[in-house]
């Protein structure tokens, strides 16, 4: 996330308006978030290159619209997870029919939500901007499953740093399973 110094003016300004998004993300989504974002950055970016370049790119700086994004990122998700993100995916409809930020749903603020909303329907995205949506998604994503596990072993009375018996450890699988398949609703 630290870049070197800019030798001229427009780049100081390419990386005062990353440090900007970077900053926007950390003040709605906490430091913490920041810092688990920017570990995953660099490598999201190297495999989304190709993605990224393969893409129309609807600006004339090279950035990619809202379709385009959205394609990307389900292809990246695809790639690295085989993940199949709810609002990335088409399901058979086309691939502007909605924002690829439609995937934060409720997840995040909608200052959040806003900004790469913004960004991507006025400027459009570059790759960084991308990798960096990417990380966001990706980081609330492995959030959202480390909460549903800490809550499984607690709903199973187990505490996940004990070593397990295979009928506690089936338990606590069969409740996390139950927890994902009732979307969180663990009464």
Known sequence: LHRPEPENPEQGEFLQQ???ILDQLEEALGNDSRVAMAGRLEDIERTLRPIF???PKRFSTGKVGPPA???ALHRLFIQRHGWQVKGLAAHGEAW???PASAALAHKIPHTVKGLFENRSNSTG???HELAIFASVLEHLIH??????LQSAYSLSG???TQVLSGKSATEVIETYMIIYL???NIS
């Open 125 to 127: 995205l570059d790759l």
């Open 143 to 148: 959030s959202e499953a480390e909460h549903r």
């Open 182 to 184: 009732s979307g969180f």
């Open 158 to 160: 187990e505490a996940p």
């Open 69 to 71: 994004a959205r394609y």
């Open 53 to 55: 370049d393969a893409l």
């Open 18 to 20: 990353k440090s900007k």
């Open 96 to 98: 502007a029919d909605n």
